[in-house]
């Protein structure tokens, strides 16, 4: 990506509906693009992608791997925050905030994302065949095959590649700090930093391996209906 690629929704008063004094926005980037300080009243974070992986991986897809870690880690990274929202370029951040905020608040959700508008509901190997085909489709390196493969392998030795799972479309997501919060992002990013940076893939697995009730602790918001009315 280049620095002329970049917009950024200004972030005020009324983005969120918050007081200033109520929250803060931050945007991680690769310091290879020497942004400014702050761009648009966000704070801008530069980080050295050569120093995210240790020696022994493959860093050609360490960019990309380092910003799926930073979705699942937020809550680690800020931990004194009450409510953490992320969001990708894609995400209309705004108005998924709008929509998680009821369920952060009113029906006290640990973590809301997006519902996958195709796989959702299906079984698990279906996200992983056509992970596949969309890796291929972007020429992405063998590294990126390979780490797939492997997840999948495990997740076939553990018999949960045939379960149907509330799959999510990550590219926004919104965290209420709790205990199990944390141990979620901790296993969760762990799993995207050591194993498959295809984050969707491990997420219902993970969901289920931590405290959190799936079924209580976890919400979804149709995809197309958020997007409908960015």
Same mark, same amino acid.
């Given at each position: 990506?280049?620095? &002329? =690629? !970049? ?19 931050? !945007? #991680? ?20 992608? =050569? %120093? #995210? ?15 799926? @870690?930073? +979705? ?13 929202? @992320?969001?990708?370029? %894609? ?5 998924? #905030?709008?929509?998680? %905020?009821?369920?952060?608040?009113q029906l006290n ?6 519902? $996958?508008? /195709? $796989? $959702?509901?299906?079984?698990?190997? +279906? ?6 085909? $969309? *890796?291929? &489709? ?5 590294? /990126?095959? =390979?780490? !797939? ?5 495990? @997740? ?5 590649? +045939?379960?149907?799972? =509330?799959?999510?479309?990550t590219m926004c ?5 709790t205990d199990a ?15 498959? *940076?295809?984050?969707?893939?491990? #997420? ?15 919400? @979804? ?10």
């Amino acid at each position: 990506m280049r620095k &002329s =690629d !970049i917009t950024v929704t200004p972030l005020n008063n009324t983005l969120f509906g918050l007081q200033q004094n109520q929250s803060c926005g931050f !945007i #991680f980037t690769s310091s290879n693009l020497k942004l400014a300080p702050k761009v648009n009243g966000w704070r801008t974070i530069p980080l050295d992608m =050569d %120093k #995210f992986l240790p020696a022994s991986k493959d860093k050609s897809n360490e960019a990309q791997r380092l910003a799926h @870690y930073l +979705k699942a880690v937020a809550p680690l990274i800020f931990p004194s925050a009450n409510t953490i929202i @992320y969001g990708d370029m %894609k995400c209309p951040i705004k108005f998924f #905030f709008l929509c998680a %905020k009821e369920q952060l608040e009113q029906l006290n959700a640990s973590v809301v994302t997006l519902r $996958h508008p /195709v $796989h $959702h509901g299906k079984p698990l190997i +279906k996200e992983f065949r056509a992970t596949v085909g $969309h *890796m291929r &489709s972007r020429g992405e390196t063998q590294i /990126v095959f =390979d780490e !797939i493969l492997g997840l999948q392998q495990r @997740y076939a030795n553990d018999g949960v590649l +045939k379960t149907p799972v =509330d799959m999510p479309d990550t590219m926004c997501m919104a965290y209420r700090q709790t205990d199990a919060t944390r141990a979620f992002s901790a296993r969760w990013s762990h799993t995207v930093w050591s194993t498959s *940076m295809r984050e969707q893939l491990s #997420f219902n697995v993970d969901v289920n391996r931590s405290p959190l009730d799936p079924k209580q602790d976890v919400f @979804y918001i149709s995809s197309e209906s958020l997007l409908g009315t960015s």
